[in-house]
């Protein structure tokens, strides 16, 4: 069915704050208000309090927002790239896929992340890694990516301070993201349906300058703690690529970068809001993940299903709906299910 020329179609963002922990937000009960803006969009949203991923880890969590499927039924159960050599035919057997289904509906579908993998099914465009997020970088090697991670702290700091090679693509700031987000819209005549993904709350928080603030927990103070060997050196190394040397210098730097992050997100909504659009979008603000920061005994990962690590955040905007919070739990693989219902789509989802 082609609806290109229905007007009073809904527009569709979603916005994924990659590692954005509900913990960290005033809203769900932080000290320090990070969120103005999305508290602001949220007095006009349903705040569903109480959402959870299926995974800690991006790719599979992803999988599951726009198939609307728990991992073991998707498929995609491991994080990129341990995934190559099987998903495209996952993808095959799947009968639904978000991006996909819009598209053939007559949505102008764009995707602004540099990070896509198997993700760009179903769009028009992609900010792709030859775009914005171009550069040399080794996560499509699982091998050597693991040797390197591997590597003792002191080879993987000079390896990191000799090289252009990354272990993941650029980062691409949130300010970034939405100046590029703004234009497309500008360059749209139909329906659109715009996912953006925001790493800015996701280690190294590569958006802001490392605070000054007061360190009371060295580096040494979190590494005495740390039982497990590896994981020692994993933690190290988070701090080297934050730059960072406190227990508290990085948790102030993840404030900040959520603050950053915040302000954009707001400084979109007032776009859309001054062009005549925030009344027919559906906006989505949701997290793949979030990470344990000290709780559990563990450090910049999401080991374990702790709620640190898969309690999300999730924010719709449904226009003409009051706004409202729920307490209900709920999971990312009702967000495709809700969006479809409030549309009124629910016919022939196996396309």
């Known amino acids: ?137 080794l996560s499509r090697s699982w091998i050597l990516r693991k040797f390197l991670l591997g590597l003792p702290n002191w080879a993987y700091v000079f390896g990191k301070k000799m090289t252009s090679v990354r272990l993941s693509p650029k980062f691409i700031t949130a300010r970034q993201i939405i100046d590029e987000t703004i234009e497309k819209i500008d360059e749209t005549d139909k329906p659109f349906y715009m996912y953006m993904q925001l790493l800015d709350a996701h280690c190294p928080y590569g958006g802001v300058d490392t605070p000054k603030v007061e360190s009371r927990t060295p580096i040494s103070g979190v590494l005495d703690k740390i039982e497990n060997p590896a994981q020692r050196e994993y933690v190290k190394k988070r701090f080297f690529d934050s730059d960072t040397k406190s227990l508290e210098e990085s948790k102030a730097k993840l404030d900040a970068s959520i603050i950053s992050m915040d302000k954009e997100i707001g400084r979109l909504v007032d776009y859309l809001k001054n062009k005549d659009l925030w009344d027919n979008t559906i906006f989505v603000i949701i997290s793949d993940h979030g990470e344990n920061y000290g709780e559990h005994g563990n450090y910049f990962c999401r080991g374990g299903l702790y709620d640190p690590s898969v309690h ?38 196996d396309g």
């Open 312 to 349: 999300i955040p999730l924010i719709m905007h449904l226009p003409g709906l009051p706004s409202k919070k729920i307490n209900s739990m709920v999971a990312n693989i009702d967000v495709s299910a809700t969006i479809l219902d409030y549309m009124g789509d629910k016919k022939d989802i």
């Open 1 to 137: 069915m082609d609806i290109s020329n229905n007007k009073k179609r809904p527009n569709l963002i979603i916005v994924l704050t990659d590692g954005m922990r509900p913990r960290d937000l005033s809203m769900f009960g932080y000290d320090v208000e990070t969120d103005s803006h999305i508290k602001r969009i949220a007095n006009e949203s349903a705040v569903f309090m109480n959402a959870f991923s299926t995974s800690g880890a991006s790719d599979t969590a992803d999988t599951s927002i726009f198939s609307g499927q728990f991992p073991t039924t998707s498929g995609f159960i491991h994080q990129n790239p341990r995934t190559e050599s099987w998903e495209i035919e996952m993808l095959r057997k799947n009968k639904f896929w978000l991006p996909l289904y819009l598209q053939k509906l007559g949505y102008k579908t764009i995707s602004m992340t540099p990070q896509h993998l198997w993700f760009k099914k179903g769009y028009d465009y992609c900010m792709t890694k030859e775009g914005a997020g171009a550069g040399k970088y």
